[in-house]
């Protein structure tokens, strides 16, 4: 089971590492002032598995007017792509 909740300060150092660990270095770096530099309209949810509440992905996402929400990016760790 999975649980998708807001990143929040709980999340941000296990999330980070889970980037770093598959994305490498320089995306963790980009994800960070991502995240620093966060706009009213943009969210990034975080996917914890239950067992071990450890991050396995995420997505960012940007409201749009009208209640609309735009899918920017999402992410699964490799080894659980296709579950």
Same mark, same amino acid.
């Given at each position: 089971m999975v649980r998708v909740t807001n990143l929040t300060n709980e999340h941000l150092e296990n999330f980070l590492q889970m980037i770093?660990?598959?994305?490498?270095?320089?995306?963790?770096?980009e994800l960070q002032t991502a995240l620093n530099n966060l706009k009213d309209n943009e969210d990034y949810l975080v996917c914890i598995d239950c067992?071990?509440? %450890?991050?396995? $992905?995420?997505?960012?996402?940007?409201? %749009?007017?009208? $209640?609309l929400i735009k899918l920017d990016y999402i992410y699964v760790i490799p080894t659980l792509r296709r579950e």
């Open positions: 770093e660990t598959h994305e490498g270095k320089e995306r963790k770096i067992e071990s509440g %450890l991050p396995i $992905g995420y997505s960012k996402t940007t409201t %749009l007017t009208h $209640g």
